[in-house]
Nanobody, 125 residues
Framework: DVQLQASGGGLVQAGGSLRLSCAAS????????VGWFRQAPGKEREAVSC????????YYADSVKGRFTISSDSAKNSVYLQMNTLKPEDTGVYYC??????????????????WGQGTLVTVSS
């Protein structure tokens, strides 16, 4: 089965850090771009950060630039999101998902598939 499993969320105070992991099984992350998305209560799902399969192209939402870093590890077949200087507005359920191909051509969640189950990030003020 093709699966993504997101983990690493939790409760953290503002200014703290978390590292999210997205473990892939049933396929190689070398064959797909991967995106991290988040959904806050009452809001639409939005792209936070995405990375091409070759890691030569990355995207960051303006709200997280300079604070979040996306990376991948082919040996572990995983993609990570290092989140630093967290803010209360970063609170939400974070999901990882596969892009439509190897290149990073879209950040629209509607174009991504094979979603992980989500991991909750709560940042207290």
């Amino acid at each position: 089965d093709v699966q993504l499993q997101a983990s690493g969320g939790g409760l953290v105070q503002a200014g703290g850090s978390l590292r999210l992991s997205c473990a892939a099984s049933g396929f190689s992350i070398d064959d797909y771009a991967v995106g991290w998305f988040r959904q806050a209560p009452g809001k639409e799902r939005e792209a936070v950060s995405c990375i091409s399969s070759s890691e030569d192209n990355t995207y960051y939402a303006d709200s997280v630039k300079g604070r979040f870093t996306i990376s991948s590890d082919s040996a572990k077949n995983s993609v990570y999101l290092q989140m630093n200087t967290l803010k209360p507005e970063d609170t939400g359920v974070y999901y990882c998902a596969l892009g439509p191909g190897r290149r990073l051509v879209t950040t629209s969640p509607h174009e991504y598939n094979t979603w992980g189950q989500g991991t909750l990030v709560t940042v207290s003020s």
